[in-house]
């Protein structure tokens, strides 16, 4: 048998709910660990019977009553209390909505679609001063098409040159 089945057995074995079979007996023989490990089982459960659990405060009883007794005696809240939570949590989500629509529709027009982006990316390079980070974005991206042709005039300078100098 092997040592792994043998320690899920253990609480069983230490505590006697199972007695130990011939298999099990040779094993623990031949096995030291195992037998150590089965020997402080019996050790933990032999504490565990002497240990008495302690008696509650003799007041206890009454002390509890009491506070049943306060607890329903104290004035139930109304309808308002249950529909108060939920009422409260729809009006936060709502307000957040509206806050984070502000925030998207009000940032420059990155998040707006069709003519209003092209309105607002030109009222954009008309207030940027010229020689700036900022304007030399919005000259790249106005001229994207135009620039991105360079790259062609790159490819056929290299095939130019494969030409020339074979």
Same mark, same amino acid.
């Given at each position: 048998?092997?040592?792994?089945?043998?320690?899920?057995?253990?609480?069983?074995?230490?505590?006697?709910?199972?007695?130990?079979?011939?298999?099990?007996?040779?094993?623990?023989?031949?096995?030291?660990?195992?037998?150590?490990?089965?020997?402080?089982?019996?050790?933990?459960?032999?504490?565990?019977? $002497?240990? #008495? @659990?302690?008696?509650?405060? &003799?007041?206890?009883? /009454?002390?509890?009553?009491?506070? *049943?007794?306060?607890?329903?005696?104290?004035?139930?809240?109304?309808?308002?209390?249950?529909?108060?939570?939920?009422?409260?949590?729809?009006?936060?989500?709502?307000?957040?909505?509206?806050?984070?629509?502000?925030?998207?529709?009000?940032?420059?027009?990155?998040?707006?679609?069709?003519?209003?982006?092209?309105?607002?990316? $030109?009222? #954009? @390079?008309?207030?940027?001063? &010229?020689?700036?980070? /900022?304007?030399?974005?919005?000259? *790249?991206?106005?001229?994207?098409?135009?620039?991105?042709?360079?790259?062609?005039?790159?490819?056929?300078?290299?095939?130019?040159?494969?030409?020339?100098?074979?």
């Amino acid at each position: 048998m092997r040592c792994d089945k043998i320690r899920e057995m253990m609480p069983d074995l230490a505590s006697g709910l199972m007695g130990a079979s011939p298999e099990i007996g040779g094993h623990l023989a031949a096995c030291g660990a195992c037998a150590g490990k089965l020997e402080e089982f019996r050790r933990t459960m032999e504490l565990l019977e $002497e240990w #008495q @659990a302690p008696e509650p405060s &003799p007041y206890f009883d /009454v002390r509890l009553q009491a506070r *049943l007794r306060e607890e329903i005696a104290k004035p139930q809240a109304g309808w308002l209390a249950w529909f108060r939570r939920p009422v409260l949590a729809a009006a936060l989500t709502v307000l957040m909505a509206v806050g984070v629509g502000l925030f998207f529709t009000r940032s420059g027009g990155i998040y707006k679609s069709g003519d209003d982006e092209i309105a607002v990316v $030109e009222s #954009q @390079a008309q207030s940027a001063e &010229p020689g700036t980070a /900022v304007s030399d974005l919005q000259a *790249l991206e106005k001229n994207h098409d135009l620039y991105s042709d360079f790259d062609l005039l790159d490819d056929l300078e290299v095939q130019h040159d494969v030409v020339a100098n074979p």
